[in-house]
């Protein structure tokens, strides 16, 4: 029997409490105390902060919760912080209760929208209970990782669902909470319902710690020959990951016998060059990578070995891997201070126990290891310490290394005090923002009383509370104006527009004499009732999606359908509105200074100068003066997009411009370490453009552009396309408790016929732009026998120029023969299923296309390469 069917109908806590036990039970299962503490508490119809360790089963009391609220005939919800996790949470649900009754909802999809158990983002559902308010249908909501309550960029979202669903229950989870008092009494008071904190802090598998003044290399092989593996060597940086596992790779990791059981595993698992073959050559030898950087595929694989027990040591950074599910039984910090985006810094209590926490897992060990490396020059001076032994003289002679200069030290000392550390107290962090107004109105009913409730009655101190207020209201003067939002003025002195906002939609000054004044005084009028509502009409899926889509379209609306860039225009459109791949940008930026260094250097530019200018070398931007000209005017009549960064910027375009493909293009660009955040950019552009551009904009053109992003994600790493299809076509078969499989190989890349030919295309126009810049070395590196620099002596001897403008690269220039009679370089017939004639015909400028690249097409070489493998026989004239 099910859980949902075990439940008690009618409803009753101490049947509802035995029948979650029996079931856990059933699952193999006995409940720990802090589980049943808190179960007991849910059915009784308190709150629960459950801050337990991590592995004391946190997940079962969530699953609890689901069935409390469904045996009660409630929606629940579940909130994450990423949509990883959501994804992930939404399989382990849909096995345990039914894909009838799980849906997901993020920014890119919902699935089963409806059901009565909904995974989110902690954003999708602050947005969801401020259109809504008290009013949701939300009987229970279950928020993981509660600690990012304190995020300064997106903790708004796990306070607003407090402040505003006064008639749901919460459960409140996380490893690390700290004190949470305050937060717990202010959500009695909302609610009248009792709030129960779970603290327990033994841990099922108990944690010991250890701090050493060993080499890393020397700790590794102690810990290897104290069985303490699977080891987790943490790091604070990619690089740094990286390079300990190449280090590692000079001791010995594994048997010649578990060698070989890690190359049957792997099969026919491809690897690409570059990083690809970096870790094939890892793995094989009992050591994995893992970080945000890398491709899905090779996380997983990663993943999958760990699961089989084949790696014995894995590299990573803080974040674990984010979502990583493997058996740790030691984690090994090589650190104890990192850069935080602004500074260096000591790891605060918080997060060390989020780090300590991964080590030992339940069902695997019996005991969990914590281990932190001494700062270098600690381990260096302890070395020449021991080598001296008890001798004076030795020891007098000793130098001892100081920290190097702006190091951020630690010790022993720092050490024991971390162990021993409780986390930090949780710091609101509430914000508002257009978006977050528009909504509240949208609700309806008092709008003034609620934008009060969230403004002044919030977990901020009164200081900020007040700055909030002067925050919206100079929001609520720009929507005034912009005639989004009416503030009805049949009332003298009715609310926003009498006191708050002047005639002129000027906020006015507030009177207030006190810093801790309460956030009333920043506006003494405001809340005076007034009639609040928008005047146009909010898209269901306002602020949960793509926000600037609406600009986006507008912009792809005045352009020119016949421009020969028309099709990369609206690339560059879509692009402007999606986050920023910095380490992207960055490379595209070093590369473009560099290539502008060696421009003035060779035009004789004095170094000043060169250095002035270099100031003014970003990143490609096309169209960026069309777009921020036009953002300005969007901007006037819909102001809340100006809470979203305009971000103009080529990635998708620059690709395809280049005629490159995925791995060429990471060497290119020196992208190794972040090739995984680069395919999810591009698969974040595919899933916008074709959200967000209409049919009816589609040309041949860009539809052949659309075709070639989608392949060329697929056949990089199918799996961030295959799970995105697979959650919007409702399918929920291979969930993560499944046994662990590796990733599969992507699909036929010749199936995808359209792709396919574009593919062919770019392979072809690549050679066209290296002709253009009479590049014969990397046209004979790329066709050793296709006599490229007696074929251009040729052509230039009767044309100027190679063009490679957008009329140059139409496909109405490429011919293709896909059933040739005969291979010219074989003895026989050509089987016609196995290669393409093609020819790529050159854009002179007299316009005459009087000269053509020749090649082959090899579809069975294609099809193993999961890209377009062609052969250039020559550049002739026709």
């Not at 699935?111 to 401020?130: F, M, W």
């Not at 890690?262 to 073959?277: K, L, M, P, Y």
């Not at 130098?399 to 550390?421: D, N, Q, Y």
């Not at 003298?492 to 207030?512: C, I, K, W, Y």
Request: aromatic content about 6%; proline content about 6%.
């Amino acid at each position: 029997m099910s859980l949902l069917e075990s439940m008690p109908r009618p409803y009753e806590a101490g049947a509802a409490f035995d029948a979650i036990e029996n079931w856990a039970v059933g699952q193999g299962l006995n409940l720990y105390p802090a589980q049943e503490e808190a179960i007991f508490e849910l059915v009784a119809g308190a709150h629960v902060v459950l801050a337990t360790p991590t592995g004391s089963g946190k997940s079962l009391v969530a699953v609890a919760a689901h069935a409390i609220a469904l045996a009660q005939g409630q929606r629940t919800y579940y909130t994450a912080p990423i949509k990883a996790l959501v994804s992930e949470k939404f399989f382990q649900l849909v096995d345990i209760f039914g894909a009838e009754n799980v849906g997901m909802v993020t920014g890119d999809s919902s699935v089963n929208g409806d059901a009565p158990i909904i995974c989110c983002t902690a954003e999708i559902l602050a947005n969801q209970a401020l259109r809504e308010g008290p009013e949701l249908a939300a009987g229970i909501v279950v928020m993981d990782e509660f600690h990012y309550y304190a995020d300064p960029e997106r903790g708004w979202a796990w306070q607003v669902p407090l402040l505003t669903l006064t008639n749901a229950r919460f459960l409140l989870m996380s490893a690390t909470l700290g004190d949470i008092t305050p937060i717990a009494a202010d959500l009695e008071r909302r609610t009248g319902h009792p709030v129960s904190e779970v603290t327990h802090t033994e841990r099922p598998i108990p944690l010991t710690f250890e701090y050493v003044r060993t080499p890393v290399h020397e700790t590794v092989e102690r810990l290897l020959d104290e069985r303490q593996a699977p080891i987790y060597i943490v790091h604070f940086s990619q690089a740094a990951a990286m390079e300990r596992a190449q280090a590692l790779t000079s001791i010995r990791i594994i048997t010649r016998e578990q060698r070989d059981e890690i190359a049957e595993a792997i099969g026919d698992f491809r690897f690409a060059r570059g990083f690809g073959s970096t870790l094939s050559r890892l793995v094989r030898a009992g050591i994995g990578v893992h970080h945000a950087g890398m491709l899905p595929k090779y996380r997983r694989l990663v993943e999958v070995l760990a699961q089989r027990g084949l790696l014995r040591v894995i590299c990573g950074t803080d974040t674990l891997g984010v979502g990583i599910n493997v058996p740790i039984r030691t984690v090994l910090l090589t650190a104890l201070s990192k850069f935080d985006g602004e500074r260096m810094r000591q790891l605060t209590a918080r997060e060390f126990h989020q780090i300590a926490g991964r080590a030992g897992r339940a069902g695997y060990d019996t005991a969990g290891l914590v281990v932190v490396q001494a700062p270098d020059h600690e381990v260096e001076n302890h070395l020449a310490t021991t080598k001296a032994g008890d001798d004076p003289k030795k020891r007098k002679k000793i130098v001892r290394k100081s920290a190097p200069a702006g190091f951020v030290t630690w010790g022993e000392g720092s050490f024991e005090r971390l162990i021993g550390g409780a986390p930090e107290p949780l710091e609101s962090r509430m914000q508002v923002s257009a978006a977050m107004l528009i909504n509240l109105i949208a609700r309806g009913g008092d709008v003034v009383a609620n934008a009060r409730a969230l403004l002044t009655e919030n977990h901020e101190p009164p200081h900020r509370r007040r700055e909030l207020v002067r925050r919206a209201l100079g929001i609520a003067k720009t929507l005034v104006r912009a005639g989004v939002v009416e503030i009805d003025r049949a009332e003298p002195g009715a609310g926003l527009h009498n006191s708050g906002v002047g005639d002129t939609g000027e906020p006015r000054h507030a009177q207030s004499g006190h810093p801790d004044a309460p956030a009333e005084a920043a506006a003494p009028e405001l809340w005076r009732p007034a009639r609040v509502r928008l005047t146009v009409d909010l898209q269901p899926n306002f602020a949960l999606n793509q926000p600037l889509s609406p600009f986006a379209l507008a912009v792809i609306g005045v352009l020119d359908h016949t421009d020969a860039d028309y099709p990369l225009d609206v690339i560059s459109v879509i692009e402007s509105t999606l986050d920023n791949p910095r380490p992207v940008l960055a490379q595209q930026q070093f590369k473009a200074r560099g290539e502008a260094v060696a421009a003035m250097k060779a035009d004789g530019v004095e170094y000043e100068a060169r250095m002035d200018a270099l100031e003014e070398v970003e990143h490609p931007q096309p169209l960026a003066e069309l777009l921020h000209a036009m953002f300005e005017t969007f901007a006037a009549s819909q102001p809340w997009v100006r809470d979203i960064e305009l971000r103009p910027k080529s990635v998708v375009r620059d690709l395809y411009e280049r005629a490159m493909s995925f791995t060429e293009y990471v060497s290119f660009y020196g992208l190794a370490r972040s090739e995984g955040l680069l395919l999810r950019y591009l698969s974040d552009a595919d899933r916008a453009i074709r959200q967000t551009v209409p049919d009816e904009a589609k040309t041949d053109e860009l539809r052949d552009i659309i075709e070639w992003l989608r392949e060329l994600v697929r056949q990089v790493d199918s799996s961030l396309q295959d799970e995105w299809e697979q959650l919007a076509s409702g399918a929920a078969a291979a969930g993560p408790d499944s046994a662990p499989v590796l990733p599969p190989r992507p699909p036929d890349v010749t199936t995808n016929r359209r792709a396919f030919l574009v593919l062919v295309r770019n392979e072809l126009f690549r050679r066209v732009q290296l002709a253009a810049l009479q590049r014969d070395d990397d046209l004979v590196a790329l066709d050793p026998d296709a006599g490229w620099p007696e074929a251009l002596d040729a052509y230039y001897a009767e044309h100027e120029e190679v063009r490679t403008g957008g009329d140059a690269r139409s496909a109405s220039l490429v011919q293709i023969d896909e059933n040739p009679t005969r291979d010219p370089d074989a003895d026989g017939a050509t089987d016609a299923a196995r290669t393409w004639r093609v020819r790529q015909v050159i854009d002179d400028p007299a316009g005459d296309h009087d000269w053509g690249i020749d090649a082959i097409v090899d579809l069975e070489a294609s099809i193993a390469e999961g890209s377009a493998v062609v052969r250039v026989l020559g550049l002739n004239r026709l």
